[in-house]
């Protein structure tokens, strides 16, 4: 059996999918509540649901667990509430970390690109341990994300027993099926799809730097199918523990998107730029590229999907469908 944390969310539930397929038995932990969220289970329905307030006893029952990918989160990066992203983002880790630790159960968990905060330079995102403690977070969410990597490091550094094989890993800006529910937080690739396909220009945030022009704001955008390929591939070799980034490694401005988005439905490169919402401003991130040298380093060799061929297949096998969903 293996616990999915978030299960019904977009990266859990192409998680469970890719499970499901092997003939893994999934327990998810998460909540439907009365959106469409449900359709992302649609065709991979899990052994069990468990509601996060029903997780304690399920820890507590004699389950025989293989391994627990923990994904459930406050992933906001505008969340406000900070008591609830700790006891949600802090706390649950450190419980499961735990419960992983003393029955013996591996452990994988998502971090977040979101901890590097405003490192504007490639070097900067490197996701050697070492450098742990230099990163300065932007937001909530990232701090929040960052205090669970500094407190698993604490605990190496201590000698603590540990799960037989842990992972974290810094996901960047994911972007693919199954996101529809996520409301704000959704994909730019959905937002500028909607746009477009209704006749709209794709509308993009004036930069706030001086130095970046319009459009030249660089994230590293990955395909969520490569995301679950990693995620499987550590599943897949227990001898490799680590907290790993996870994006392609190559920086492409939301310019470079928008196109890609116009060329996938077939229509014109039409781009119009908008001054950047205020509650944005100070936290938003110009430029992210993940710095793959340890992920590739301990034997993980598959190649990333380009942006292009990602919004491609997005479009084509999924938003232009009646049922976009996996």
Known sequence: MIIVTGGAGFIGSCLVAALHARGHEVIVVDRLRDGGKWRNL???APARLVAPEDLDALLDSDIAVEAVFHLGAISATTARDGDLVWNTNVALSEKLWVWCTERQVRFLYA???ATYGAADRPELFSDDPARLETLEPLNLYGWS?????????ARLVRGEDRPPQWGGLKFFNVYGPNEYHKGGMISVVKVKYDEVSAGRPARLFRSDCPAIADGQQKRDFIWVGDVVDVMLWL???PHVSGLFNCGTGVARSYLDLAHAVCDAVGVARVVEFIDMPESLRGQY???TQADMTRLRAVGYDAPFTSLEEGVTRYVRDHL???DPYI
Request: hydrophobic fraction near 35%.
């Open 320 to 322: 232009s469908k009646a």
């Open 145 to 153: 994300k960052q205090v669970f990597d500094l407190h698993v490091k």
């Open 285 to 287: 991130q110009s430029f």
């Open 235 to 237: 599943f897949d070799h």
């Open 111 to 113: 971090s977040s690109a």
């Open 42 to 44: 649609r065709r991979h």
